[in-house]
Structures are given as C-alpha cells and as structure tokens.
C-alpha cells in the first residue's frame, strides 16, 4: 500500500510545483500587450526594420538583440520608442524562426519585461509575440 501511496504524493507535490512556478507573480500579461507594441519586419532591400512603443512612456532603456546571426546584434536603445533598421543581406536558409528578436526592456512601473518575436517578411503576418520576465 505504501508503495502506491509515494508515487501519488509524488505526482501531486510535482504539480503543485509546477502550478507555484508558471503562476508568475510578475506583470499579467494583458498590460505587456496594451503597453508594448513591438515588430521586426524584414525588407526585399535587404534590411530588417525593428520598431518598439511603450505607450506608457516608462520605459528607462531596452536591450535589443537578435539571435542567430554570424555576427551578434545587440544594441542598447533608451527612450519609450523607437525604430531600428539592421542589414540583414541573405534571407535565412531554415527560415525566420532561427533568428528571433529579444527586448530586455527596463520600465520604471513593470520593473524588468522581455518580450521576443520572429522577423517575417514585409506584406506577411506577424508572429505572436512572447511576453515575459525575466
């Protein structure tokens, strides 16, 4: 009887971890999406055009990075808004998927936010983006 009983409390001690560390005490993420508008655009010229909002204006700075590329993009941009536009003169063999976009973004009421996203082609849908802390 023992025996059965360990790998029950087992299962419910796993899964009220797991619930404890997915129910995040930080911002919801609601207020990430009605605060931040983010994009990254890729462009026939050969370029990728990245945009950032905060539309509370509290944003104190964002790390922008995107991932995957021969040479590291990593550039840290203050204000609330701003566009960014990177060379990027081959489109990825393995698609989009391989580079995608982080903001590490300081907000002086959220704290620390970091959103992601993929670059998708000009005329394109855009991916959903990822809302987190970090």
Known sequence: M????????????????????ISDSGPNKDVLKSTFEIDAT???????????L???TKTNNVVLEIL??????QKTIS?????ETVP?????????????????????????VSLKTEIHPYGKPAPPIIYGTP
């Open 2 to 21: 023992a025996k059965k009983i360990i790998p029950i409390i087992s299962i419910i001690a796993v899964t009220v971890l797991g619930l404890f560390f």
């Open 42 to 52: 890729y462009y026939d010229d050969g370029y990728v055009k990245i945009s950032y």
């Open 54 to 56: 905060d539309k509370s």
């Open 68 to 73: 995957g590329m021969d040479k590291s993009f």
């Open 79 to 83: 204000g609330s808004e701003f566009v």
């Open 88 to 112: 990027f003169p081959v489109t990825p063999k393995y698609g989009w998927q391989v580079h995608p976009v982080t903001f590490l973004i300081d907000h002086q009421e959220l704290g620390k």
